[in-house]
T-cell receptor, first 115, second 116 residues
Framework: DTGVSQNPRHKITKRGQNVTFRCDPISEHNRLYWYRQTLGQGPEFLTY????????KSRLLSDRFSAERPKGSFSTLEIQRTEQGDSAMYLC?????????????FGDGTRLSIL | GDSVTQMEGPVTLSEEAFLTINCTYTATGYPSLFWYVQYPGEGLQLLLK?????DKGSNKGFEATYRKETTSFHLEKGSVQVSDSAVYFCALLANAGGTSYGKLTFGQGTILTVHP
C-alpha cells in the first residue's frame, strides 16, 4: 500500500494563471475525492469519482474548476484564471466503494498560493 | 444539510492529562462517524470510526462512542502524550437506505497541544 500521492506539494502562481494538480489514488481504490482546506478550517468537499464517472460536484466547484479521471486511475484538478480566493490546500482521497464505511485515505495535499 | 460542530480550540494540556474533544452532528438518516488527525505538514489520517449507534471506535488509546440520542461522537484519551499534538477533525459520511453518499462532512478542527 503506497498511499495516495499528490503532485506537486506546493504551487505558487500569479493571479489569472491556470494550474493543474495530479492525484494518484491507492491502486485498488475505485473512488477518488477532491477536497479544499483553507487555513483553520476543515476540508470541504469538491467532487468525487467512481471509476471514471464523476458522480457529484459541490456548488463550491465553480466553472473555473474542472476535474477528470480519464481511465479510472489518476485524477487531475484544473483551476483556470486563478483568483486570490483559490489559495488553499487541495486534498485528494480514495476509497473502495464496497468497503464497509468506506474510510477515505488522504494524500498530503497540494498547497496553492496565488500571488 | 449535514453539519459537524466541534468544540472551540485550541486545547492545551500537560502530558498524561485526560483529553476530551466534543463533537456533535446534524444529519438525515444514519451516518457513519469518523475522527481524523492531521500532523503538521501532513494529510489527514483516519484515527477511528463508528458506523451505528452505540458503536465504540478505538485506536492508539483514543476512543469515541456513537451516541444517537445526543447526536454526539466525543473523542477521549485517558493520558495524552506530546506526540499527540495535532489537529483533530470529526467527520460524518451520510447514509440513507443503505446507500452511501460519498462525501465526508468535516468539523472545523481542534488544535491540540501537549506540553511535557
Amino acid at each position: 500500500d503506497t498511499g495516495v500521492s499528490q503532485n506537486p506539494r506546493h504551487k505558487i502562481t500569479k493571479r489569472g494563471q491556470n494550474v493543474t494538480f495530479r492525484c494518484d489514488p491507492i491502486s485498488e481504490h475505485n473512488r477518488l475525492y477532491w477536497y479544499r482546506q483553507t487555513l483553520g478550517q476543515g476540508p470541504e468537499f469538491l467532487t468525487y469519482f467512481q471509476n471514471e464517472a464523476q458522480l457529484e460536484k459541490s456548488r463550491l466547484l465553480s466553472d473555473r474548476f474542472s476535474a477528470e479521471r480519464p481511465k479510472g486511475s489518476f485524477s487531475t484538478l484544473e483551476i483556470q484564471r486563478t483568483e486570490q480566493g483559490d489559495s488553499a490546500m487541495y486534498l485528494c482521497a480514495s476509497s473502495l466503494a464496497w468497503e464497509e464505511d468506506q474510510p477515505q485515505h488522504f494524500g498530503d495535499g497540494t498547497r496553492l498560493s496565488i500571488l | 444539510g449535514d453539519s459537524v460542530t466541534q468544540m472551540e480550540g485550541p486545547v492545551t494540556l500537560s502530558e498524561e492529562a485526560f483529553l476530551t474533544i466534543n463533537c456533535t452532528y446534524t444529519a438525515t438518516g444514519y451516518p457513519s462517524l469518523f475522527w481524523y488527525v492531521q500532523y503538521p505538514g501532513e494529510g489527514l489520517q483516519l484515527l477511528l470510526k463508528a458506523t451505528k449507534a452505540d458503536d465504540k471506535g478505538s485506536n492508539k488509546g483514543f476512543e469515541a462512542t456513537y451516541r444517537k440520542e445526543t447526536t454526539s461522537f466525543h473523542l477521549e484519551k485517558g493520558s495524552v502524550q506530546v506526540s499527540d499534538s495535532a489537529v483533530y477533525f470529526c467527520a460524518l459520511l451520510a447514509n440513507a437506505g443503505g446507500t452511501s453518499y460519498g462525501k465526508l462532512t468535516f468539523g472545523q478542527g481542534t488544535i491540540l497541544t501537549v506540553h511535557p
